[in-house]
């Protein structure tokens, strides 16, 4: 009996090599090779390069090129629409990633309802149809306009999308769809890069608006090759930690608008709910009277958010302190600690120091800085500090307080949200506010 013969395929691009290999020489990814089985070649004969002209197409110069108006169609949810830049555009290839259970599915029904005019073909592969009308009624849909198809052969999925013609043509999801002329398995890099071409077809030449849902692997990419992400004009993320409510849409990549925009959403009993003001949100349980409490504002792409920092500094049991924090860079607040001890003399030797973003999000704006410093100093002290303070400012390594990008904004969301005192870096742009400031440019000033 022939030997089978095993490849090593790399998951992000589809690279193959005959040994395991820890590094791939193709796209630079770390352990992405896995075993396979090697399909056998069809021909050993090697194709020649062909250069001749076929005569299709003439270069244009850019000042004749025709603008084309993009078309856009508004889905009616506002916290979607921000982050598509305004609406669907006609014909637009999008990728939809997130963690399983995050509210994907439920957010493409909710779509569907809230646009009873759009005919949306969407292809389950995921759960049966029967799941998905549990699912309607709980949001409580009729989904008169939403045809699903059980159906996950490519060539069946592309026979009824020309057939039926929708407006929207959602693929839940791209990992279970597979064409059945190749030998690997649905979910393979092949499989992905040969149905996802499909499908960009199907948008680009028949303008048949089409969103493709994907999963994430343990890192938080889209699971599959890289030229996924490459091929589509949009690439928005659905994230946020199952043990809270609110969720946010990211849009990581953006042809038609923005990117980096994010839309807030509730996961209620009923669906997603949207968010239009977050501050309130994230600020609705704070208890200022507690030390090491302290609000800051960050922006989330075009939004300034309301968020409260909770330190607690506790004499410690261990030999060697605990330095934790969730949804804020550890080492950065480390860094933030060093920097109190030399710079305002605080002593955090045999503390265990703890940081929190309440409500679960993770930021990485270094305008928080200041509010995190502030807060460890208030719980250090055990003094709580002054209620409606706003602490906002980047922290350098001298203990000077550095300015930072959209204060108008930042300022004037605290205030619409009440707040009476801000600490700030020293900047000019700040006096139109009516909020009692108190700019510094020191740590030691701020505290
Ligand atoms: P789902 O849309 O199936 O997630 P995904 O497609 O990203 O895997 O959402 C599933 C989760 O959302 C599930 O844990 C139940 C929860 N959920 C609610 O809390 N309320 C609701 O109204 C719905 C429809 C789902
Ligand atoms: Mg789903």
Redesign the pocket.
Known sequence: MAKTKIQYECSACGHLSPKWLGLCPACGEWHTFEEKVAEKKKSTKKHKVDISDNGEAEAVALKDVQQSKEERVSTNLSEFDRVLGGGIVDGSFLLLG?D???????LMLQVAQKCPNMKILYVAGEESASQIKQ?AD??GMSGDNLLIYNNTDIRNVISQARKIKPDLLVVDSIQTVFSSELSSLPGSVQQIRECSAMFQQIAKKEGITTLMIGHVTKEGDIAGPRILEHMVDTVLHFEGDQSQLHRLLRGVKNRFGPANEVGVFE?????LHEVNNPSDLFLAEMNSSVSGNCVTCVMEGSRPILIEIQALVTPSNYSTPQRTASGFDQRRLSLLIAVLEKRAAMSFAGQDVYLNIAGGLKINDTAADLAVVAALASSLKDKPIPEKSLYIGEVGLGGEVRRIPFLKQRLSEAEKMGFKHAVLPVSKTASTSKMNLKPADQIMKAL
């Open positions: 997130g399983p259970g995050i509210g994907k599915s439920t699912r709980r949001i996961m209620r009993d009923t669906g």
